[in-house]
């Protein structure tokens, strides 16, 4: 069965250090990997995705993710943070399908709560 | 273009009672998902719609869960005789269904507070 592992459940850190989530799936097969975020009193937002292609992906507001099909791994990064990027991390995992019907049900893992000190 | 919406935002009800969760997605998305997430954990798939079928329930936790989804639209997931245990956040999401679902991503409500007394 699928799975996701995120390694850090919570992450305090000053604004303007550097952020590594990490991010670990179990899966033999293609799959669709993804990192959503959810701010404050708002609902799950899309931040990066990847289905293919070059494994380093840009999302919103600075944020990228590497996929190292090697390591099982989709750790989600970010240079600078800010202080607005206090929030839960959310990393997901689902089948690339290629048939009809096939559920694209996301795994995720537990998420990482992420507190950025001004 | 409008969201995901779920309604009621919050609901309290007392053990033994049944619950209506709604959910209306984007227009146009064919396909429709339900999770759940209990404090302190991840979200965890409870089914799927395509349309207005239901080809994986897998993740119902017992027989007194259901969904249904009608005119490829709204979708209602009802709970039986609640439990404490079924005290969660309720989110509903949808996405286009593109065939065989490659390259389909999945869109987020604002889910449903469920606690049980």
């Known amino acids: 069965a699928q799975s996701v592992s995120q390694h850090n459940h919570h992450v305090i850190l000053s604004e303007a250090a550097s952020l590594e989530l990490g991010c670990n799936y179990s899966?033999?097969?293609?799959?669709?990997l993804f990192w959503y975020v959810q701010y404050p009193g708002q609902h799950l937002q899309l931040l990066l995705k990847y289905f293919s292609g070059d494994p380093l992906v840009k999302g919103i507001k600075g944020f990228e993710a590497e996929f190292i099909k090697s390591k099982f791994s989709f750790n989600l990064r970010k240079p600078s943070v800010q202080w607005s990027d206090t929030a839960e991390y959310f990393c997901?995992?689902?089948?690339?399908?290629?048939?009809?019907?096939?559920?694209?049900?996301?795994?995720f893992g537990t998420g990482t709560l992420l507190a950025v000190q001004p | 273009g409008a969201g995901v919406s779920q309604s009621p935002s919050n609901k309290v009800t007392e053990k033994g009672k049944d619950v209506e969760l709604r959910c209306d997605p984007i227009s146009g998305h064919t396909a429709l998902y339900w999770y759940r997430q209990r404090l302190g954990q991840g979200l965890e798939f409870l089914i799927y719609?395509?349309?207005?079928?239901?080809?994986?329930k897998s993740g119902l936790p017992s027989d007194r869960f259901s969904a249904e989804r009608t005119g490829e639209s709204v979708s209602t997931l009802t709970i039986q005789r609640t439990q404490q245990e079924d005290s969660a956040v309720y989110l509903c999401?949808?996405?286009?269904?593109?065939?065989?679902?490659?390259?389909?991503?999945?869109?987020f409500g604002p889910g449903t507070r469920l606690t049980v007394l």
């Open positions: 899966y033999g097969g293609t799959v669709n």
């Open positions: 997901a995992v689902s089948r690339a399908v290629n048939y009809g019907g096939a559920t694209n049900k996301l795994i």
């Open positions: 999401a949808s996405s286009q269904g593109l065939a065989g679902g490659y390259a389909d991503t999945q869109y």
């Open positions: 719609f395509q349309g207005n079928s239901a080809p994986d």
